[in-house]
Every structure is written in C-alpha cells, then in structure tokens.
C-alpha cells in the first residue's frame, strides 16, 4: 500500500475475483472480509484445500505476469469446528482458529489444522510438513 496504494487496490480486487470465481467452482461461501482478508466456508475440508491450492497457484503465476513491483502474496488457514451463524456472518472458535492458522503460514502457503488433515490425507496427493505442536490461543 505504502509503495502505490492505487495499484495494490487495483491488485488486490483482482486477486479477490479470482478467489470468488473459485469460490464458486468449490461450493464455497464468502462470509466476511476485511481489509485484505477473506473468509469462507465450505461443504467438505477437501473442498476447502483444493480451493486454497488452485488459488495459491493462481496467484504464483498471475504474479509472474505482471510487471510491476506490486505483486500480492497471500497465506491461508484452514480449520474445521463449530460456529455461530449470525445472518450471513459466522463467528466462533472454528473462525477463530483459522485465522490463528492463518497466521501460522509461509507467505504462499496455506496451514491446516490436524481435523483438516486427517480428512484430506488420504484424498489428496499433496505433500504436507507437520508443523509440530503449536500453541494458540485456545487451540488444541
């Protein structure tokens, strides 16, 4: 933003098409936002990691595209638990905790909980790197 606020907004709602269209592509719901955070549900946690890493993905090669010096990274958490509808928003520990996961990733990278994992670990050929035990708030 410091560099060329105008051209990151430009990036950024760029980046954000991308993700909706494959929002859509996934069954996902887009939820909230805010800022330069999305956040989403989906009907299975395989669903949710292949829309992370065609995203991810998409994002890399969008990048190598462009020529200019604002290209966007993004990091993605991914968790699955309980949550508070609240007209079209959702809330709670589930939601919180993929935010703390969120913050966890590498830049490019994407950070599943051990419930994602264990969903998904037979049903994708993805290489996944144990991040051992991490303490967050409330999470487990």
Do not use: W
């Not at 051209?7 to 494959?22: F, K, M, Q």
């Not at 939601?95 to 670990?121: C, H, M, P, W």
């Amino acid at each position: 933003m410091e560099a060329d606020e105008s051209e990151t907004i430009h990036n950024l709602r760029a980046c954000a098409a991308v993700l909706i269209s494959l929002f859509e592509k996934y069954d996902g719901r887009l939820f909230n936002t805010g800022g330069d955070s999305f956040l989403a549900e989906f009907p299975s946690a395989f669903s949710a990691v292949e829309c992370a890493v065609e995203f991810q993905h998409s994002i890399k090669e969008r990048n190598l595209l462009l020529d200019t010096p604002e290209k966007l990274e993004f990091r993605i958490g991914i968790n699955s638990g309980d949550v508070v509808k609240e007209k079209d928003n959702l809330l709670g520990d589930g939601v919180n905790n993929a935010a703390r996961l969120e913050a966890l990733a590498q830049t490019n990278g994407i950070t599943v909980s051990k419930v994602i994992f264990d969903y998904v670990k037979g049903k994708t050929n993805y290489e996944f790197n144990d991040l051992g035990f991490q303490k967050v708030k409330h999470f487990f």
